[in-house]
């Protein structure tokens, strides 16, 4: 199983940080990795797709990159509405796994 | 606009089996590409993925769970039924069912979810 390691666990910031979370596979998963963002008590909704492509209707202060086993979620400017917990997705070999979860927390 | 619905008990005992419907509307399970899977998370903790079905009646199962899943479609119903065999305490979890479609160029991505289910198993 590939394991997917997301860091840190939970961060505190402030609106209008910058936020940028790590996600780790345990072999190269190319770009086959997608970012999920949780409200509490909601579904997750899918954030970005092959690594760095943005869904529709995604705020563009979103950004991700990377490729292999080394990816990046950044927040440009955090806003309200962007507290929520973050998990990354590997799809490139079953079985589907998540990352851990980032938990990002108003300061 | 696709939707999907969870249902199914809340409390189940030790032993039982698990029995989850997802009903579905805005899309076919006879598209080719398209699946339905199932995904849990403890409370408070990460997201687990268990199985998905596609229309070709293709099944995919997390291999640490496949002894105890079964994944079927009932395609002219719009539904989707997982069950898991053997509940524990350790299965206490909100299970979501989301839809799986290929032909967006993103396998594997999940897209949208149900609301969930928290299912307890507890004697």
């Known amino acids: 199983d590939i394991q997917m390691t997301q860091s840190p666990p939970s961060l505190s910031a402030s609106v209008g940080d910058r936020v940028i979370i790590t996600c780790r596979a345990s072999q190269s998963i190319s770009t086959y990795l997608y970012w999920y963002q949780q409200k509490p008590g909601k579904a997750p909704n899918i954030l970005i797709y092959?690594?760095?492509s943005l869904q529709s209707g995604v705020p563009s202060r979103f950004s991700a990159s990377g490729s292999g086993t080394d990816f990046t979620l950044t927040i440009s400017s955090l806003q309200p509405a962007d507290f929520a917990t973050y998990y990354c997705q590997q799809s490139y070999s079953i079985p589907l796994t998540f990352g851990g979860g980032t938990k990002v927390e108003i300061k | 606009q696709i939707t999907l619905k969870e249902s199914g008990p809340t409390l189940v005992k030790p032993a039982q089996t698990l029995t989850l419907t997802c009903s579905f509307s805005?899309?076919?399970?006879?598209?080719?590409?398209?699946?339905v899977g199932w995904i849990r998370q403890p409370p408070g903790k990460a997201l687990e993925w268990l199985a998905l079905i596609y229309w070709n009646d293709d099944k995919r199962y997390s291999p640490s769970l496949k002894r105890r899943l079964t994944i079927t479609k009932a395609t002219s119903k719009n539904q989707v039924v997982l069950e898991m065999t053997d509940m524990d305490p350790a299965d206490t979890a909100t299970y979501y069912c989301?839809?799986?479609?290929?032909?967006?160029?993103?396998?594997?991505?999940?897209?949208?979810w149900g609301q969930g289910t928290l299912v307890t198993v507890s004697s």
């Open positions: 989301v839809q799986s479609d290929h032909n967006t160029g993103w396998p594997y991505a999940f897209d949208p």
């Open positions: 805005g899309f076919s399970l006879s598209t080719s590409g398209v699946g």
């Open positions: 092959g690594a760095s």
